[in-house]
């Protein structure tokens, strides 16, 4: 086998591709991974032949107007109110993503705790309930690679929404939102303790899950998986992450 | 070195073994104790602080209560947790879709139908088949979701009551949910980890003669609550211990982002399966028990109500599922469905011998299939979603992402427990320090679903 297609996954290669997606001046999109091969799996040689096939694996992107369902309102109205508390709407909210019935705000990090306080006090949009924050990493999404997920419930309006704010990994600072929703307080900890992400104002960011004393944040995708070789019946079957896989 | 150098810790340090030097070395015991006694010291203040669990047996599980008493009033309650964190998210992220319902069973192993229902949804939301699901395996969730959600409560008002030394409370609520847990062996083969439902539907068909079996343990469930309450209801001691103890107001419940029936004692009637319908819940005929007492036996109240409901809930099913007669129990698509046709042989459970002689004698296509689905997994749609269902404990979220992939780019569980457990401080500051294990029992927090 050439060992050719697998030297494409560069730096400046998998730059080149976020690059491409986000063409054309428009918000960029989440890129997830770059593969290359037809089958994923890494390793061992392609031979299906199509091993200098690069696909790009994107997040769904920001969606155009009309939303549907209820999602218009309430963008308008959060709009709005963003506008007369001296926001301006599209520094605060960078796009909309509408994917399989669910609503996505992407907010800019300085804006989170306005959008926050906008989306619980507002009596047309009433979030008062959080069920918390929870973390993603994308290593590819080059400068946004750490995401920080809130999921708001608004118990009044039966509606429900997702806010995401990405930051990048070399400046993983995200406002506190625990003055809006206090139920963020072990939320963060554990996005904190997870991702690395701080949350800076956040009354004592200390792990919550693991140790005190513990280096690194396991749910990061640069943080191996563990585990032993296990010998069962003669063969010796290799840790989860080291199995033959298929992406 | 002498002690009285200024500036030298006076804790012991780490032990340094000469032959593990680069190797990292961890201190599970955690800075937050030291902190407390060295502040302790340093005021030179008449305050107790102690340190409850994790290994006490009123903290249902490995709970650490760190409790500042001034007497007998608490002053300050701080819960840690994460003596039980397995990492199963991360291991998720390592195993393909199917994989994930026999990981995500084991976090709240109280009610881990629960769990599977929910992930289950999450991937049928992503891979956009909610609709095809077959009506028989939705009806069979709510089924396994509302049996155990009897069983759930049982055990919390079981425990709830053996840790105020009611000892047949304890013996009684163990008894009814073994009723429960003899139906789940029966229909899955196991008593917990069962890992049932599937993405598509569910693992198998309820066996033949289960619908009566279900009916008779329910007569007998049944006979067991009344025993219950009336060991608790008027039971004056209890009242004693349970009323006004634990309070938690309805906005300390909304900031708090409290859920389930900690938030429906103080009043509001928020449950998942009206506000947000999932497996046809709109469909059934069922009440959201309030109270708004706010204190720990409202809760009690609201579970005892609860577990009827769920009676009530299951009648329901029962009655559909003899209605609508055998049918599948698993979407038509071969390219999700797992392929496997479930019996039990003499050696337990495993694929239908039928199943085998279809794949290993006449097709090959099939025995490629089930090599392929099995091995390496079916893709979801690149994409992200969250789906809640209403646990016995509150809200359980699943925030799924997918990379279009064989396996969880990212799956992360919001439970109930772990958000409830925030309050303890509120509901136990003030207090008195033999309420704290009344307040933390009426959260009914399972370990297992904080740390996960």
Same mark, same amino acid.
């Given at each position: 086998?050439?060992?050719?297609?697998?030297?494409?996954?560069?730096?400046?290669?998998?730059?080149?591709?976020?690059? @491409?997606?986000?063409?054309?001046?428009?918000?960029?999109?989440?890129?997830?991974? #770059?593969?290359?091969?037809?089958?994923?799996?890494?390793?061992?040689?392609?031979?299906?032949?199509?091993?200098?096939?690069?696909?790009?694996?994107?997040?769904?992107?920001?969606?155009?107007?009309?939303?549907?369902?209820?999602?218009?309102?309430?963008?308008?109205?959060? @709009?709005?109110?963003?506008?007369?508390?001296?926001?301006?709407?599209?520094?605060?909210?960078?796009?909309?993503?509408?994917?399989?019935?669910?609503?996505?705000?992407?907010?800019?990090?300085?804006?989170?705790?306005?959008?926050?306080?906008?989306?619980?006090?507002?009596?047309?949009?009433?979030?008062?309930?959080?069920?918390?924050?929870?973390?993603?990493?994308?290593?590819?999404?080059?400068?946004?690679?750490?995401? @920080?997920?809130?999921?708001?419930?608004?118990?009044?309006?039966?509606?429900?929404?997702?806010?995401?704010?990405?930051?990048?990994?070399?400046?993983?600072?995200?406002?506190?939102?625990?003055?809006?929703?206090?139920?963020? =307080?072990?939320?963060?900890?554990?996005?904190?303790?997870?991702?690395?992400?701080?949350?800076?104002?956040?009354?004592?960011?200390?792990?919550?899950?693991?140790?005190? =004393?513990?280096?690194?944040?396991?749910? *990061?995708?640069?943080?191996?998986?563990?585990?032993?070789?296990?010998?069962?019946?003669?063969?010796?079957?290799?840790?989860?992450?080291?199995?033959?896989?298929?992406? | 070195?002498?002690?009285?150098?200024?500036?030298?810790?006076?804790?012991?340090?780490?032990?340094?073994?000469?032959?593990?030097?680069?190797?990292?070395?961890?201190?599970?015991?955690?800075?937050?104790?030291?902190?407390?006694?060295?502040?302790?010291?340093?005021?030179?203040?008449?305050?107790?602080?102690?340190?409850?669990?994790?290994?006490?047996?009123?903290?249902?599980?490995?709970?650490?209560?760190?409790?500042?008493? =001034?007497?007998?009033?608490?002053?300050?309650?701080?819960?840690?947790?994460?003596?039980?964190?397995?990492?199963?998210?991360?291991?998720?992220?390592?195993?393909?879709?199917?994989?994930?319902?026999?990981?995500?069973?084991?976090?709240?192993?109280? @009610?881990?139908?629960?769990?599977?229902?929910?992930?289950?949804?999450?991937?049928?939301?992503?891979?956009?088949?909610?609709? =095809?699901?077959?009506? *028989?395996?939705?009806?069979?969730?709510?089924?396994?979701?509302?049996?155990?959600?009897?069983?759930?409560?049982?055990?919390?008002?079981?425990?709830?009551?053996?840790?105020?030394?009611?000892?047949?409370?304890?013996?009684?609520?163990?008894?009814?949910?073994?009723?429960?847990?003899?139906?789940?062996?029966?229909?899955?083969?196991?008593?917990?980890?069962?890992?049932?439902?599937?993405?598509?539907?569910?693992?198998?068909?309820?066996?033949?003669?289960?619908?009566?079996?279900?009916?008779?343990?329910?007569?007998?469930?049944?006979?067991?609550?009344?025993?219950?309450?009336?060991?608790?209801?008027?039971?004056?001691?209890?009242?004693?211990?349970?009323?006004?103890?634990?309070?938690?107001?309805?906005?300390?419940?909304?900031?708090?982002?409290?859920?389930?029936? #900690?938030?429906?004692?103080?009043?509001?009637?928020?449950?998942?399966?009206?506000?947000?319908?999932?497996?046809?819940?709109?469909?059934?005929?069922?009440?959201?028990?309030?109270?708004?007492?706010?204190?720990?036996?409202?809760?009690? #109240?609201?579970?005892?109500?609860?577990?009827?409901?769920?009676?009530?809930?299951?009648?329901?099913?029962?009655?559909?599922?003899?209605?609508?007669?055998?049918?599948?129990?698993?979407?038509?698509?071969?390219?999700?469905?797992?392929?496997?046709?479930?019996?039990?042989?003499?050696?337990?459970?495993?694929?239908?011998?039928?199943?085998?002689?279809?794949?290993?004698?006449?097709?090959?296509?099939?025995?490629?299939?089930?090599?392929?689905?099995?091995?390496?997994?079916? *893709?979801?749609?690149?994409?992200?979603?969250?789906?809640?269902?209403?646990?016995?404990?509150?809200?359980?979220?699943?925030?799924?992402?997918?990379?279009?992939?064989?396996?969880?780019?990212?799956?992360?569980?919001?439970?109930?427990?772990?958000?409830?457990?925030?309050?303890?401080?509120?509901?136990?500051?003030?207090?008195?320090?033999?309420?704290?294990?009344?307040?933390?029992?009426?959260?009914?927090?399972?370990?297992?679903?904080?740390?996960?």
């Amino acid at each position: 086998m050439s060992d050719a297609p697998q030297a494409l996954t560069t730096a400046a290669e998998l730059e080149g591709a976020a690059a @491409a997606v986000s063409a054309g001046g428009r918000a960029p999109l989440d890129v997830v991974d #770059v593969r290359t091969g037809q089958f994923g799996a890494p390793g061992s040689g392609d031979t299906s032949g199509y091993g200098g096939l690069v696909t790009t694996v994107v997040l769904p992107g920001p969606t155009a107007r009309p939303y549907g369902r209820w999602f218009d309102e309430a963008v308008d109205i959060l @709009a709005e109110v963003l506008e007369e508390s001296g926001t301006p709407f599209d520094d605060a909210v960078t796009s909309v993503v509408v994917d399989r019935g669910e609503l996505t705000l992407n907010v800019a990090r300085e804006h989170i705790l306005a959008v926050c306080r906008a989306l619980r006090d507002d009596q047309d949009l009433r979030f008062e309930l959080s069920l918390g924050v929870s973390g993603a990493h994308y290593p590819h999404d080059t400068g946004r690679e750490l995401h @920080a997920v809130y999921h708001l419930v608004s118990v009044t309006h039966s509606h429900r929404l997702r806010l995401e704010v990405a930051v990048a990994d070399s400046d993983a600072h995200i406002p506190s939102t625990v003055a809006v929703y206090p139920t963020h =307080d072990w939320h963060e900890r554990e996005t904190w303790d997870f991702f690395g992400i701080e949350f800076d104002g956040h009354p004592a960011l200390a792990r919550i899950e693991m140790p005190d =004393d513990w280096p690194g944040h396991p749910q *990061r995708k640069d943080y191996p998986l563990g585990g032993i070789p296990v010998e069962y019946k003669g063969a010796t079957v290799p840790p989860a992450d080291q199995r033959r896989s298929y992406r | 070195m002498t002690s009285s150098t200024p500036g030298a810790p006076r804790s012991t340090g780490h032990i340094v073994d000469e032959d593990a030097t680069g190797i990292p070395s961890f201190e599970a015991a955690g800075g937050d104790w030291s902190e407390i006694a060295e502040e302790a010291a340093r005021l030179g203040e008449e305050r107790i602080v102690v340190n409850m669990g994790p290994q006490h047996p009123s903290t249902h599980g490995v709970l650490r209560l760190m409790l500042e008493i =001034d007497g007998e009033t608490v002053t300050e309650a701080r819960a840690g947790v994460g003596y039980l964190h397995t990492g199963i998210e991360k291991n998720m992220e390592f195993r393909t879709w199917t994989q994930g319902v026999t990981f995500c069973t084991r976090m709240d192993y109280v @009610a881990p139908i629960f769990s599977e229902t929910a992930y289950c949804l999450a991937v049928e939301k992503l891979l956009g088949i909610t609709d =095809d699901v077959p009506e *028989r395996a939705t009806v069979i969730r709510v089924l396994m979701m509302e049996l155990n959600r009897i069983a759930s409560h049982l055990i919390a008002l079981a425990t709830g009551g053996n840790e105020l030394g009611a000892t047949t409370i304890m013996t009684t609520g163990f008894t009814a949910r073994e009723e429960v847990l003899k139906i789940f062996e029966l229909i899955t083969g196991l008593r917990m980890n069962h890992a049932y439902i599937r993405p598509g539907g569910v693992a198998q068909d309820i066996p033949p003669g289960a619908l009566d079996t279900i009916r008779d343990a329910l007569v007998t469930v049944r006979h067991y609550m009344r025993q219950l309450e009336d060991l608790m209801l008027g039971n004056p001691i209890l009242q004693g211990r349970m009323k006004g103890v634990g309070y938690l107001n309805l906005s300390g419940c909304m900031a708090l982002g409290m859920t389930g029936p #900690v938030l429906r004692c103080a009043g509001l009637p928020y449950d998942v399966r009206k506000a947000e319908p999932y497996c046809g819940y709109e469909t059934y005929d069922f009440e959201i028990p309030v109270a708004d007492t706010c204190d720990a036996w409202g809760r009690m #109240v609201v579970r005892i109500e609860e577990i009827y409901q769920a009676m009530h809930l299951v009648e329901q099913t029962l009655d559909r599922l003899q209605a609508s007669g055998p049918g599948p129990v698993m979407v038509a698509d071969k390219k999700i469905a797992w392929p496997a046709q479930l019996a039990i042989g003499s050696d337990g459970m495993g694929n239908s011998l039928d199943h085998i002689r279809e794949i290993m004698g006449t097709s090959m296509e099939a025995l490629i299939h089930h090599f392929k689905l099995v091995t390496e997994g079916f *893709r979801v749609p690149t994409g992200q979603v969250f789906q809640s269902v209403e646990a016995p404990r509150g809200e359980l979220g699943v925030h799924l992402v997918s990379d279009g992939g064989t396996k969880p780019y990212r799956a992360h569980f919001r439970d109930p427990s772990f958000n409830n457990l925030q309050a303890v401080s509120v509901m136990c500051e003030g207090g008195l320090l033999a309420d704290v294990v009344v307040a933390v029992a009426s959260l009914d927090p399972v370990l297992g679903g904080v740390d996960r």
